[in-house]
């Protein structure tokens, strides 16, 4: 992504918003289905648009719109859309799952007993949905963070990042786990703006739910709404809840925060599992996403982000 933003810099801001999803979709297809965009000139081009499209007909039911209403309600919100609409783009990304992910296809077959349609729909669906579909949500607030910073937050993450990766210890999954500010960066981006801020689920028995002051009888059967955003901004747990506090989960009082930090529905000093509906993808999240900060801290003294577009970079001075 870098590779291609930076030599177009000197002729003015470029926009980050189709490189970021290109890359997504490559990171993802990648480390997902072990298929690579790259063999295939079409998908490399148009991938992330067909995703996409197929993702706009399955979210347009659920997606507020306030103008035109009751309009909106009747003709937008109440049916499925049709497969056929986005039927050639999904077969494409399906050929394309088919012709480059055959050994991760196999292991959906042998490991799980799966057929090999279901495998390839399975993986699309997380490639797509799960994982295409929350980053291109995510990392646009993860910039917008960025963007908005006025206490030198760009200095402090390259100095730890520096740290901790530059002395040829490189960079992963595990490397990033001892950068605690990235880290919380990335966490307090989430608590203000987590991507999928709506739960719902139906009590499947009669329980009492408790909050800090009052005590709620909730019935078998009953239909529960979770809102991640109000409840990531409470005040008895947040100190000054509203404001972006970068290093708010640094340190041992940090730490202790992560019980309450939600995004993935479920505390993040969780695990998911079979019994709860816990994003899948919690730690890889959070990880890919202190990834891409270290990997920006190490390439480039700092970035100008101004609107959806980079309009500089400082490079380290040899
Ligand atoms: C920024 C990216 C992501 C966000 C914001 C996100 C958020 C969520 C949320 C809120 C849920 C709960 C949905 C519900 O039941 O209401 C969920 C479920 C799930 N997520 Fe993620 N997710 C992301 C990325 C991923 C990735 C990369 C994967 C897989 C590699 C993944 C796999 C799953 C799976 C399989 C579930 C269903 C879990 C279950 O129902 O038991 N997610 N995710």
């Not at 003015?12 to 480390?31: M, R, T």
């Not at 050994?103 to 490991?111: L, P, W």
């Not at 008895?236 to 995004?263: A, C, I, Q, S």
């Amino acid at each position: 992504m870098w590779d291609t933003i930076e030599p177009q810099l000197s002729s003015g801001p470029v926009s980050y918003l189709i490189p970021i999803q290109k890359f997504i979709f490559a990171f993802s297809s990648l480390c997902i289905a072990g298929a690579d965009p790259a063999n295939s000139p079409d998908i490399s081009e148009n991938g992330y648009m067909r995703m996409d499209r197929w993702l706009a007909v399955q979210l347009l039911p659920s997606i507020p719109i306030n103008a035109f209403q009751p309009l909106v309600e009747i003709f937008l919100h109440s049916f499925a859309y049709p497969f056929f609409l986005v039927s050639g783009d999904y077969n494409k990304l399906y050929e394309f799952i088919e012709t480059e992910g055959k050994e991760v296809i196999s292991r959906g077959q042998t490991e799980f007993k799966l057929g090999k349609e279901d495998v390839i729909h399975n993986l699309l669906f997380i490639l797509g949905f799960n994982a295409f579909g929350g980053f291109s949500i995510f990392f646009l607030s993860l910039l917008a963070s960025l963007e908005s910073d006025t206490t030198g937050i760009q200095e402090k993450l390259r100095k730890e990042v520096r740290e901790k990766a530059g002395s040829g210890i490189g960079l992963s999954f595990s490397s990033v786990q001892e950068m605690d500010l990235v880290q919380s960066f990335v966490y307090e981006t989430l608590r203000l703006n987590p991507p999928v801020p709506l739960q719902y689920g139906r009590a499947r028995k009669d329980f009492d739910l408790s909050s800090h002051d009052a005590v709620f009888k909730v019935k078998k059967g009953e239909l529960l709404c979770g809102f991640q955003a109000l409840a990531m901004k409470d005040p008895k747990v947040f100190d000054d809840p509203e404001t972006f506090v970068p290093d708010r989960f640094t340190g041992e009082k940090g730490k202790e925060l992560l019980d309450y930090l939600y995004w993935s529905n479920g505390p993040q000093s969780g695990m998911p599992s079979v019994s709860n509906k816990q994003c899948a993808g919690k730690d890889f999240v959070t990880l890919t996403a202190s990834l891409f900060l270290a990997h920006l801290y190490l390439r480039y003294d700092s970035v100008t982000i101004a609107g959806a577009s980079f309009s500089g970079v400082e490079k380290p001075k040899p």
